[in-house]
DNA sequence: GAGGTATTTAGAAATTTTTCTAAATACCTC
DNA sequence: GAGGTATTTAGAAAAATTTCTAAATACCTC
């Protein structure tokens, strides 16, 4: 629920591609690791600090993790930034 | 320009406590450093940080350099984290 | 339950980030 | 231009992050 541990885990290229990933709907952790040349050690770190931002949700099915993406959170992060840029009123001349 | 820059200039909270200083309007650098409890030269540094990632400008006058937001790089983020959602058909039910 | 696949955890090395102190630069006023 | 204030730069220490290898866990199938 904090925007420090969500920006830090927007600041990583490998997690921004991950969450690209997701757009698309649920993939498991294999799946995302068989597109980065990196260890599935070093992915599973990654989803965790996605998870741990909640920008991530998991749901497990047989011997597989499958993740997606919790647009809540992604919300909640367009609404700091929106209030960052709004009640200016010199905002208008672009 | 490049995300990377950007939102790792956001994942700091001292960065973000800048920036929402900067809501109101533009302050200089001493203004700023004054509400935190740590160097001139690391308030400049996270100025710094945030200048290269194009979210704040400067502008010089008299023996001041002031610092306003940059809107446009903050609309940008908010693009790719729209799109991030957006494109999905199963975000309905809330 | 034995063996197999998927994923995570632990521990360590390399890199990056954050902060400080001290010194440098810049520009202003007298 | 001398002295003063505002800010940045340089260099170093401490802390955090990213990645790896090796081992552990979890769960599936036969």
């Given at each position: 629920m904090g925007f420090a541990?969500?920006?830090k885990a927007l600041s990583?290229?490998?997690?921004?591609e991950i969450l690209?990933?997701?757009k698309k709907g649920q993939l498991s952790?294999?799946?995302i690791g068989s597109?980065?040349?990196m260890t599935g050690a070093t992915i599973s770190y990654h989803l965790s600090i996605l998870?741990?931002?909640e920008l991530i949700k998991e749901n497990k099915n047989k011997n597989f993790i499958y993740y997606e993406l919790n647009a809540s959170v992604v919300e909640e992060?367009?609404?700091w930034l929106s209030d960052?840029?709004?009640g200016r009123e010199d905002n208008e001349g672009k």
């Open positions: 541990e969500t920006f990583d290229p490998v997690r921004r690209e990933m997701l952790a294999g799946e597109h980065f040349d998870k741990k931002a992060v367009m609404l960052l840029t709004g």
